[in-house]
């Protein structure tokens, strides 16, 4: 692992639970950054994995230009068609349009543990999402510390997991027959993920399971569809258990930023049967190829990359 940098300029970064997440303070998401501001902001990341901001007053232009601050923002998805006027960075995650899309209520179009786009050979660096319209209760999100899961894994199963690839593919979810469903399909976005990625920035190694991009048939390299089921279920459950994880209570002006590479994320399903609505509005950040402990690069299935500006 990486040693990385102390603060400089002493932003108030707090933690909050054990493996992952820290609060930061006193910064204003809506005015220009000064570089030391970001790197400290980028240090902080790459530490705790994920960062929250409260009582943020930004909308879909301040959002996209904090983004721009750490890397190239890529378009909002590779499915979607329908992005804000004038920002196809931002992919609204808004429980209305599910209605829509799925002819039913839900807070979020996925609601097991993933991490963002992993069917892309070149997954997002990082994900940034902000709160606007939220249930009075509920709709609660969960991230895990995949490099904290890996590290605690007993010896040779490390041994064992370092040496295999899975298949992670974009299952479709619309209604059959619909213009979203027609889209996944077309796009048929799929590649082979190492199950252990090695950090490019902090050389740490995370557990790079996502249950959201790897449905049947199960497929890891070498194995039939029962043995890897067996074992993704095995490597999941290690990934997601509670002591690496945090879960985050959103409120209007909330802002999460996540690094894709080191955790997987998981929107509660507890607020759908309360009738209410949730809107928040998620940007993306150009990733690399994923590499194994041996060097070996993530492998394109069928799709294309995905590339920012």
């Known amino acids: 692992m990486t040693e990385l940098a102390d603060t400089t300029v002493g932003l108030d970064v707090r933690p909050v639970a054990g493996h992952i997440g820290a609060e930061i303070r006193g910064v204003d998401l809506a005015e220009p950054l000064e570089p030391a501001v970001v790197e400290e902001i980028r240090t902080a990341l790459y530490r705790y994995k994920v960062l929250f901001f409260r009582d943020q007053r930004i909308g879909h232009a301040e959002q996209v230009a904090f983004a721009r601050r750490f890397g190239r923002v890529t378009p909002a998805h590779p499915h979607e068609e329908d992005p804000p006027a004038g920002f196809p960075e931002i992919l609204p995650i808004d429980s209305r349009r599910y209605e829509r899309q799925l002819g039913r209520k839900r807070t979020s179009y996925d609601h097991s543990w993933h991490t963002d786009v992993t069917a892309l050979v070149n997954p997002p660096a990082a994900s940034i999402l902000r709160a606007e319209v939220l249930p009075p209760y509920g709709g609660d999100t969960a991230w895990t510390n995949l490099v904290a899961a890996y590290e605690h894994l007993p010896e040779p199963l490390r041994d064992f997991a370092d ?108 607020a759908a049967h309360l009738g209410h609505d949730r809107v928040l509005y998620r940007v993306t950040l150009e990733g690399d190829i994923p590499r194994g402990v041996d060097g070996r690069q993530s492998e394109l299935v069928s799709g294309a990359p995905f590339h920012g500006a």
């Not at 590649?191 to 990625?197: C, D, L, S, T, Y």
């Not at 049947?216 to 070498?222: D, F, K, N, Q, S």
């Open 163 to 270: 040496r295999l690839d899975i298949l992670h593919r974009f299952a479709p979810r619309a209604a059959p027959g619909s213009q979203r469903d027609r889209k996944v399909r077309e796009a048929n976005l799929a590649a082979w993920h190492p199950a252990v990625r090695v950090h490019p920035v902090t050389g740490e190694r995370a557990l790079f399971v996502s249950p959201g991009f790897t449905r049947g048939p199960r497929e890891i390299r070498g194995f039939n569809p029962e043995q890897s089921e067996r074992i993704l279920r095995l490597l999941w459950e290690e990934a997601t258990r509670p002591e690496y994880t945090v879960r985050f209570r959103w409120e209007p002006g909330s802002v999460a930023f996540w690094d894709n590479r080191a955790t997987a994320h998981l929107a509660i399903a507890d």
